[in-house]
């Protein structure tokens, strides 16, 4: 490929406002030419026009234009849109984004293949043609097309790397100055979640229009501190697909899985805005940056703020999170809750710049006593504000151990807490009266916790042997499972992963097993939580116990100290011989069992030893004889002398 000046000679037979217009074409793409150079087509008629009446033709062959091989597709390109045109057995078309007519002709090559040193090509059928000549000409860069500049008859080496097929230009002519007009007034740099996500996600960077006209955006360049790094705004990085900045307003550019474009979030880093004709536009850098926190320009003045992509920037507090109780719903006439009850709450949440999500809900007395069950929650996203109604569970309180009736509903989570007044008075009756048979009912099923392991290693499996003990007399359904957990999060992956249902005959018992895996490479004390429950019932029967995670780098550094003459069998370490957990029923039965076991053994020692000596003692002072009178008179002086 020759390096020298570019020279381009355009020859068409018709004006640039012909129906058909070759807009761009890659002649030299990066990599092997063969199955990756393409030509460009734009309709600038205003009815659809049938590509497969064309044909293409370059100084040496011709080929006919039609649908691709590849995949089914249409040859109909629509008013003012793009089609692109490749070869049979293009490779070209499984990297694009376009989505648009894509249409190839019936070789393997474009014409004779698109030369790099110069070459023509030609479109036409029986009543209009469009050429293109490009013959003194040195390379555009290799990966850089060239580009029909607005329509017009100028040509230019594109801005970006691989051009921009299907899409406006990257080159176009800038009716008005927009040096020290467009200013770039926003940046997130380290959003939640992916950096290059599908927007409205991901980073980006919001400008504003300073000026009194409106600019359109098309071509103009982002780049980072990287020179190679470039991210050209196109309709597919905007919302709305309008490139077009009025004046006086906002327009964000979103990264938008652009894989080059990266803004770092804790070094130092340079955000650039570029026309067109690639002059420097405006620029910002920074150090350091917060996730999910955007820096933006206010009086002229850089700092961090909640995000407020394409309006006017806020200064706001970040750091502070906020819990409010608006209403308490389902109160009777008396604006009274009753024991057992379930009441609604109506809050407000806000989750500012914190990384803690959970959120727990009860209702205490005066002395800090909960009298509700728990209701928890977890809020994700910062910086948004969560209207939610919170249902509370009331306790029974049939026994009357809470008296009074003021009580508190309280809120703790997001560093913050958040209370008010609530009053409880009456118990339902009915409701007391269905959870002692409940309760009388629980009492027919009884479990046990046989084996658990004091520690896991993060590729092994944790196994744990459950024994459950069904007394009714019809067979009953039991639900069983277990998870590994630190405070809110389960590292064993989802906290009902390994739910077994099984079914207990009536008056036996069976064995169970579960077992757990680490889905994430920790280390450290955990928690080791098992579940079971009846499968009709709500409630489930809890055992939570410490477990060592061990990781297995850390497993295998421990091994290395081991001399090697030493084997070393690689088990978990299990608690086994001794029950692990036992409910209160069972407990009771089996401590009942061992007194009478041990009562029995005390009786059998007792009369072994006592036997021979009455032995001894009746040989010494008695004759023995077959006359059982004589014997029993013998026996009676001999208690009489004694």
Do not use: H
Not at 65 to 90: H, K, M, R, W
Not at 226 to 240: C, K
Request: hydrophobic content about 35%; charged content about 25%; glycine content about 4%.
């Amino acid at each position: 490929m020759y390096k020298n000046i570019l020279l381009l000679f355009l020859l068409f037979s018709t004006q640039v406002y012909a129906n058909l217009i070759i807009n761009e074409i890659m002649y030299d793409p990066s990599g092997s030419d063969s199955y990756n150079e393409w030509i460009e087509i734009y309709n600038n008629a205003t009815f659809p026009i049938n590509l497969s009446l064309y044909q293409l033709s370059d100084s040496q062959s011709t080929d006919t234009i039609g649908t691709c091989n590849s995949f089914s597709g249409t040859t109909i390109v629509n008013p003012n849109e793009y089609a692109l045109l490749a070869d049979q057995d293009t490779a070209f078309y499984n990297t694009t984004s376009f989505n648009g007519t894509k249409v190839c002709v019936d070789s393997v090559t474009l014409g004779n293949g698109l030369s790099n040193s110069g070459d023509s090509v030609l479109i036409f059928n029986s009543t209009f043609n469009i050429s293109l000549d490009y013959s003194l000409i040195s390379s555009t860069g290799n990966g850089y097309s060239l580009e029909l500049v607005d329509f017009s008859n100028e040509w230019k080496k594109s801005l970006v790397a691989n051009g921009t097929p299907g899409y406006k230009n990257s080159n176009v002519f800038l009716n008005v100055s927009t040096e020290n007009i467009l200013k770039i007034t926003e940046f997130l740099a380290d959003p939640q979640g992916y950096d290059t996500a599908a927007m409205p996600d991901g980073e980006w960077v919001e400008l504003y229009n300073e000026g009194n006209d409106n600019i359109d955006l098309s071509g103009f360049i982002l780049k980072d501190k990287n020179d190679n790094n470039d991210l050209i705004i196109t309709s597919t990085n905007v919302e709305n697909s309008t490139t077009t900045i009025k004046s006086k307003e906002y327009k964000v550019i979103y990264r938008n899985e652009n894989g080059k474009f990266n803004l770092n979030n804790d070094e130092f880093e340079k955000i650039r805005l570029y026309d067109s004709n690639l002059t420097l536009l405006d620029e910002v850098s920074y150090a350091t940056t917060r996730e999910a926190v955007s820096w933006s320009k206010i009086n002229d003045i850089w700092i961090l703020t909640v995000p407020t992509p394409a309006k006017e920037n806020e200064q706001s507090t970040i750091d502070i999170s906020y819990i409010k109780v608006k209403n308490i719903q389902d109160l009777g006439s008396d604006k009274k809750a009753k024991f057992g009850q379930n009441v609604r709450v109506d809050v407000e949440i806000y989750k500012g710049d914190t990384t803690k999500n959970n959120v727990k809900f009860f209702i205490e007395d005066n002395a800090k006593e909960r009298i509700s069950k728990v209701t928890d929650i977890n809020v994700y996203s910062k910086f948004l504000t969560y209207d939610l109604t919170i249902p509370l569970q009331i306790n029974p309180n049939c026994k009357n151990e809470f008296n009074g009736t003021e009580y508190t509903i309280k809120a703790e989570g997001l560093n913050t807490t958040a209370s008010t007044g609530i009053k409880i008075e009456g118990i339902t009756k009915a409701l007391c009266e269905k959870i002692k048979v409940n309760l009388k009912t629980a009492e027919e099923i009884t479990y046990e916790v046989l084996e658990a392991p004091e520690e896991i290693t993060f590729g092994n499996t944790s196994n744990i042997k459950l024994k459950i003990y069904n007394n009714d007399k019809d067979d009953r359904g039991i639900e069983a499972w277990s998870y590994i957990y630190k405070g809110n999060k389960a590292v064993s992956g989802d906290r009902e992963s390994n739910k077994r249902l099984v079914k207990v005959p009536a008056e036996s018992s069976i064995i169970l097993d579960l077992a757990n895996e680490l889905k994430e490479e920790v280390s450290g004390d955990y928690k080791l939580k098992i579940m079971m429950k009846e499968e009709e019932r709500k409630t489930p029967e809890e055992f939570t116990m410490s477990i060592n995670v061990k990781t297995l780098a850390k497993t295998l550094e421990k091994e290395s100290t081991v001399p090697t003459n030493n084997k070393i069998k690689e088990t978990e370490n299990t608690i086994t011989g001794n029950t692990v957990y036992q409910d209160s029923n069972i407990k009771t039965k089996r401590s009942a069992i061992f007194f009478f076991t041990g009562t029995l053994v005390l009786l059998l020692l007792f009369l072994a030893i006592k036997k021979p000596l009455w032995k001894v003692y009746k040989s010494r002072f008695y004759k023995f004889t077959k006359n059982e009178r004589n014997k029993e008179v013998k026996i009676k002086d001999s208690r009489t002398r004694n």
